[in-house]
């Protein structure tokens, strides 16, 4: 069956500090990968998405990057984080392209506070 | 563009109650469905889904029917539990690199 991890669970960083948060799948090739962040009450906005390894597309213009160095792996980082950058961060897989009537598969997320 | 648009919350119902969270969507082509609930601290789980008009999705009690003619999947149960309660997230996706279009969300309390 597949999986996903995400982790830290949790961080406290100061503004101005780099990121990285990284998200990988087991069970399953080639998936398409997705970043969320979703403010506190808030819906959830696509950050990020993939469609295969070097294959990033952005939705949101921000400080904020994506990579894929590996099949099923996922980073989300920042070279300088800002107060506005505070939320949960949630990963997601879903099948790859052809599948459109398959769910999403969300981690467990990662809730990032800024100081 | 492709939009959902959730009823709003929160919504506190007593245990046994009766749910509706509506859910009415905009989208080019047929889009499959999807309700999603997120528990306190956690992320997202599919509840159930449709692929097609008229489809019924169901899980846990809950259901939500297709309808093409009002774009609309409202999520109904008719008995709700106490553990029930959670942030439930209606969505839509219509290929291309599987991405969803997530509604803002809404919060269920059931009280006992």
């Known amino acids: 069956s597949q999986t996903i991890h995400q982790w830290p669970a949790t961080l406290v960083q100061p503004v101005g500090s780099p990121l990285s948060l990284e998200c990988t799948v087991e069970g399953t090739s080639n998936p398409n990968l997705y970043w969320y962040r979703q403010a506190a009450g808030r819906g959830l906005q696509l950050l990020f998405y993939?469609?295969?390894?070097?294959?990033i597309s952005s939705e949101v213009p921000q400080n904020l990057s994506a990579s894929r160095p590996q099949d099923r792996q996922f980073i989300l980082s920042s070279k300088k984080l800002l107060l506005s950058d505070s939320g949960f961060y949630l990963c997601a897989w879903s099948l790859p392209r052809g599948s459109s009537n398959q769910p999403q598969h969300f981690g467990d997320g990662t809730r990032l506070s800024i100081l | 563009g492709n939009s959902v648009t959730q009823m709003e919350g929160p919504v506190t119902l007593s245990e046994e109650a009766f749910l509706t969270i509506n859910c009415t969507y905009t989208a080019t082509g047929y889009p499959s469905l999807f309700w999603y609930v997120q528990y306190p601290g956690e992320g997202l789980q599919l509840l159930l889904k449709?692929?097609?008009?008229?489809d019924k999705g169901s899980n846990k009690g809950f259901e939500a029917t297709y309808r093409k003619e009002t774009t609309s999947f409202h999520l109904e149960k008719g008995s709700v539990q106490v553990s029930d309660s959670a942030v439930y997230f209606c969505?839509?996706?219509?290929?291309?690199?599987?991405?969803?279009?997530f509604g803002d969300g809404t919060t269920l309390t059931v009280k006992p």
């Open positions: 969505a839509l996706s219509d290929g291309g690199a599987g991405k969803s279009t």
């Open positions: 993939s469609v295969g390894i070097g294959q």
């Open positions: 449709a692929t097609k008009a008229d």
